[in-house]
């Protein structure tokens, strides 16, 4: 590996992002302020479920790896890649319930335009099917 493949350290401060489930149509949007120090990373945030920490650790090539803690509930594993449009990747709740995610910097406002306009038309779609869908939050 030489130094050009090493990436620098994903931004701390105020993230937002998403999680997709099987059984659910729309998006689960979180909201999250994460803390990138050396290799760790160290967060909390909220969702449709409920408010959580986030424990983890990065490295000098990008993969991040964490637990998302929800209090007094149950914790659920992210593995992902940090890259131009944040960290892509997937999630798992002990093998029982998985999925995949896409977070970034609340600042990249460009990406979360694109997926509201993507969940607009789809409800559009959906309405015009004669179902009424509405986005979580």
């Given at each position: 590996m030489t130094t050009s493949d090493l990436v620098q350290s994903p931004p701390s401060g105020p993230w937002t992002g998403f999680f997709l489930e099987k059984h659910h149509l729309q998006k689960g949007w979180m909201h999250l302020y994460l803390q990138f120090q050396q290799s760790e990373?160290?967060?909390e945030g909220t969702d449709y479920v409920g408010p959580w920490q986030?424990?983890?650790t990065f490295t000098d090539t990008s993969n991040c790896v964490?637990?998302?803690k929800y209090l007094?509930?149950?914790p659920v594993r992210y593995q992902g890649q940090f890259g131009e449009t944040g960290i892509v990747g997937k999630w798992d709740i002990s093998g029982l319930a998985w999925g995949e995610f896409h977070i970034w910097p609340a600042e990249y406002t460009e990406i979360q335009e694109m997926?509201?306009?993507?969940e607009e038309q789809e409800a559009l779609r959906l309405h015009g099917l004669g179902l009424n869908i509405k986005p979580r939050t």
């Open positions: 990373i160290l967060g986030i424990k983890g964490w637990t998302k007094g509930k149950h997926y509201l306009r993507q």
